[in-house]
């Protein structure tokens, strides 16, 4: 693969996860795909400013789901 071939793909992964992320029902299943979204789209465009990333996250040790809610399948979880 040559540099272009690699921002094309970054871009279509990138477009491929913001869909996913817009049909997806679980919070914790958005937030990721968002966030793959974002590492996509940092490959593609650079990373900007080192110190934010593209898709804030409320923090770095926060899991993406905690407790019943993180049980897939779980009706009751959300």
Do not use: W
Request: proline share 8%; hydrophobic share 35%; net charge negative.
């Amino acid at each position: 693969m040559n540099d272009v071939d690699d921002t094309d793909y970054f871009y279509d992964r990138a477009e491929a996860e913001l869909k996913l992320a817009q049909t997806a029902e679980h919070p914790a299943v958005v937030k990721a795909h968002y966030v793959l979204a974002g590492y996509y789209l940092d490959k593609v465009y650079g990373p900007g400013d080192q110190h934010t990333p593209a898709v804030p996250l409320t923090g770095a040790s926060e899991p993406l789901a905690t407790g019943e809610s993180a049980q897939m399948g779980n009706p009751a979880a959300g």
